[in-house]
């Protein structure tokens, strides 16, 4: 065996964002030895881009807001699809968590009497958004990183996870190399937790930053974890279309919520056109009736603009396809429109959103006080992700756990905006206590020392290949664009069929990639490295979403356009057969209580 270092833990985490951090402040502090690995530096975690902010029923801006409603909200955004005990959970113990992030040092903004201030966002009855700003993620990072760096945890940057470690059926650990001089590593760990986010590099159009390649997905597929819900793919409305350069990048459900509206050519506000039958009582009549609920009033009902994303970016996708969209293929979002109802409306823009107001300032040259937008729908967020247990967060491998977004089941067929920030602290913290406890529970288990040496020859062999093999980058750029065009916002089953030939075509190819150079910060390399999470993740979405034969929350199918009170019945588990091939099934939705029905009913 060739000789490389190894590291022993009783807990290791991959993925310093919300969920790793959350989680490993929980382990740390049950008196065990923990290990955080990311792939970039601590701090840049995907969690630093949120904006919005973060959704916990505290009632601090609307005080008939309660677990109850948040719990119902979030359940009829996620198309009943979701695991209703997580979705209980989440919203009984978000308020607990948001308080904890401010005990911890995180500065709110605040209501007048001086309590965590709350805004409005799409999908939830009541302002229940805590935030920081637009930049709510960023002051998340700060705050867990300082409690967490004061915790003794180890942490291990710009190391990138290649395969989770096995003995037997249960996780012992991963298999990594280190991105600024190339080398492997071994991790040993009585309990491993994947936060690595989500899937958005997949697509060509994507507000996702470039960690995300479905890396723990792949991971945890690969390790005979079971997958869920892969078809749901959230396809965020409001993303920049101008110019080419910038194309994707978020423009926050925030700006909507402060009283944005959209607006096609013809300058009118198309989202009342459409209003789906399950909202109907809970959506403004009229454009006043809207305003004054982005206003605080409490007898107002929520503009069309805050209907949850699935629907929002559908009704854009219309107007464009219709012709009534904007220069470059979108609709206008207008926020500088508040100036005939607040006389100082362009420093309150600029309070409330200042990276909005920066980022289409810098990148675009568009001052939104006096300017509308032109947005269009964007990649966004992965509802599928590694099927857990509710309570433990603990995958079907022993002693292999998931939280954040590379975990299933809180959202559904749809993730309401803001539940991310509470669903990776929730259950960030969750995943680190028991990924504790299963550690104080078991010894460190044996290092398959012949398959380590597997992967680091296969990790090597794009080097020996050379610049005859095949460009990496030439591989994810063909399929980001496949899979924009045939797997995208709108599918039909002729065209998934094709993307299952492309990406069998495109994996043939990848294990061809060769690179040129050494093993030092070499792009190419890397490149090479997350081809096959990509794929595998490619190939998993696309094989469930030809599974579901419907239309319901992220997943669109032009051949079936509507809901189908079967399919209402099953989420979809993908699990990797015995030849390596993805097995597809449908399996029960999880029942809900007799007390959850209750409160689901008293919220209709
Ligand atoms: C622009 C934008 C704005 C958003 N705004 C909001 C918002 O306002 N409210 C909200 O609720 N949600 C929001 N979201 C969604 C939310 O930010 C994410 O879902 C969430 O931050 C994911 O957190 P995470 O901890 O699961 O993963 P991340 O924060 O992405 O962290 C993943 C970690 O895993 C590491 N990693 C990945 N693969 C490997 C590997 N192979 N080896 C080692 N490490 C690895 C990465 O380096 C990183 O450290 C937004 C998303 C975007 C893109």
Redesign the pocket.
Known sequence: MAEYQIHQFDVLI???????LRAAIEASAAGVKVGV????LLG????????????AAMGNVDDRDSWRVHFADTMRGGQYLNNPRMAELHAKEAPARVRELEAWGAVFDRTKDGRILQRNFGGHRYPR?A?VGDR??LEMIRTLQDHGIHQGIDFHME????TLLKDGDRCVGAF?YDRERGRFRIFHAKAVVL????I?RAFQIT???W???G??HS?AYHAGAALMDMEFVQFHPTGMVWPPSVKG??V???VRGEGGVLRNKDGKRFMFDDIPANYKTQTADTEEEGWRYTQGDKSARRPPELLTRDHVARCIRREVKEGRGSPHGGVFLDISWIKEKLPNAAEHIKKKLPSMYHQFKQLADIDITKEPMEIGPTT??MMGGVEVDADSQMSSVPGLFA????GAGLHGANRL????????VVF?RRAGEYAAKFAKEHDAGMIDHARVDEVAKMALEPFDRGAAGENPFAVQHELQEMMQDLVGIVRVESEMESALGEIARLKARAVKAGITGNREYNGGWHTALDLD?LLTVAEIIARAAIERKESRGAHFRDDFPDKSEEWAKYNIRVTKGAAGEPHVERVPVKPLTEEQKLVIEENK
């Open positions: 991959v993925g310093a964002g919300g969920a790793g690995v990311t792939k970039s840049k975690a995907h969690t630093v881009m949120a904006e919005g902010g973060m959704a958004l935030h709510t993620g190391t990138t996870i290649l990594a936060a690595t986010g989500g958005g507000s996702n930053s960690e995300y390649t890396d723990g991971l990048i978020l926050t459900e925030g966004h967020y939280a954040g977004e590379c905006g803001g539940n991310s920030l509470s669903d990776l960030g999470n």
